[in-house]
């Protein structure tokens, strides 16, 4: 049944399926799976951009120019917010990899180096908050 829906429907179906069951809808047929690929793309660039953004509000708060917190409790909570974005992004990316939904080679070679890093306790973007 779920193989005879309108585009249309399972594009919203699509949307409301958290990050750990999404790949596994795609196996329905091939709309499925083009529809879950364009999420899970979405799902990505939106934890990017996410990250960019946390990483912005974390400017202010720098060494020193906190008076009503201290430098650690900001810290801290900036590294688990960061690194709970980093774990969800890293999450869609290893499983669009792993179920042939990245065909763009260079694509391919930074979700595999932004998962060794990670695996290896490193810093997969950069972002200097291991």
Do not use: C
Request: aromatic fraction near 12%; proline fraction near 4%.
């Amino acid at each position: 049944m779920l193989d005879q829906l309108p585009v249309e429907i399972v594009e919203r179906i699509v949307a409301k399926i958290p990050d750990t069951d999404l790949i596994a809808v795609s196996k329905v047929d091939r709309v499925w799976w083009q529809e879950v690929r364009q999420e899970a793309y979405k799902r990505w660039k939106n934890y990017a951009t996410t990250i960019g953004y946390v990483r912005a509000l974390g400017k202010p708060f720098e060494k020193g120019n906190v008076d009503w917190i201290t430098f650690e409790d900001v810290n801290d909570f900036y590294k688990r917010w960061i690194d709970r974005l980093t774990e969800d992004q890293l999450y869609i990316m290893e499983k669009m990899l792993r179920n042939g939904m990245v065909v763009d080679p260079q694509e391919r070679e930074t979700i595999e180096h932004a998962l060794s890093e990670h695996r290896w306790g490193g810093d997969p973007w950069g972002l200097g908050v291991v």
